[in-house]
């Protein structure tokens, strides 16, 4: 299978339409249409359901979409990279999980920018499921974990900054008047929390009981959806501080109590040949740790 001919079918796949996308590929109708098909044919799948005037993915079809945008963005990086061999340059992709502890990470990246700069940083957000999958499959160099997260089979770094705990809560809300929430605070209230594995774990160790015991009407993997949600009262949420900016909206954020925090690591694969920019970067990383500490 050739890369031209995965970029033929993103192309396809993008515009739903074979004739645009040849004149975007400058090559013939036919020629295209029968590039497509000898795919299908290589693969064994269906990729497109074909119509009168557009085509749509079938279910094959999305799956191979998602999987050649991979396979083409790591090309793409790898090229980057190593047409900087010898010099401080490239691709950095990092996947992170909402934290304003982030901003340590951009600074180390910032500063580095100003000696090197021909450095391009890809940021992808989610939750730790989704940043190891990632990381797995070659399109993220390293991912920022919070929390209780299986390291084994990766290395990985421990950083000396955490995140805080609180209730997000509509102004009007009855706890709005609290200045910190309680365990029992949280009973019979409708509450949102991260879609995170082991998250129910972690939280149920701070109530001393079961998350299964309280009315949680929603999950997020990222907050400002789950901020969105509270404001139309469907919920309280159960999240990090400094994330959601409450001083203009009907929001406001209240601490835990006892106060609960989560540690904050780096974690990239074992045996990976990192590129010349993520070594400096890690290294660089590390500076910035032991000064900070």
Not at 186 to 191: D, G, H, W
Request: aromatic fraction near 10%; charged fraction near 20%.
């Amino acid at each position: 299978m050739e890369l031209r001919v995965l970029k033929y079918f993103l192309v396809v796949a993008t515009e739903r339409n074979i004739s645009n996308a040849a004149k975007i590929l400058y090559v013939s109708q036919p020629a295209l249409s029968k590039q497509l098909k000898n795919l299908e044919e290589e693969l064994g799948v269906i990729l497109f359901k074909r119509g009168n005037r557009n085509i749509t993915l079938t279910e094959d079809g999305v799956y191979f979409l998602t999987k050649a945008k991979e396979i083409l963005s790591l090309v793409d990086t790898t090229v980057a990279n190593l047409t900087q061999e010898g010099i401080i340059g490239g691709e950095i992709n990092i996947g992170a999980g909402e934290s304003a502890q982030m901003g340590h990470i951009f600074k180390i990246i910032n500063d580095m920018m100003i000696d090197y700069p021909n450095i391009k940083t890809n940021v992808t957000s989610g939750n730790a499921d989704e940043m190891l999958l990632k990381l797995d499959n070659g399109t993220l160099d390293f991912a920022i974990t919070f929390g209780f997260v299986d390291k084994s089979k990766y290395e990985h770094l421990s950083l000396p900054w955490y995140d805080k705990w609180g209730l997000l809560v509509r102004k009007d809300n009855f706890l709005a008047k609290k200045d910190h929430i309680l365990s029992k605070d949280l009973e019979n209230i409708p509450l949102i929390i991260s879609n995170q594995t082991n998250i129910d774990n972690f939280l149920a160790g701070w109530i001393g009981k079961s998350i299964e015991n309280f009315n949680v009407v929603g999950t997020y993997n990222l907050l400002y959806n789950a901020s969105l949600m509270a404001k139309k009262n469907i919920g309280s949420v159960l999240c990090f501080d400094g994330i959601i900016n409450t001083s203009e909206s009907n929001l406001k954020f209240i601490p835990l109590k006892p106060e609960l925090e989560t540690e904050m690591s780096i974690i990239w694969k074992k045996n990976q040949t990192l590129s010349n920019v993520s070594k400096k970067f890690l290294e660089n990383l590390k500076i910035y740790i032991s000064n900070y500490n």
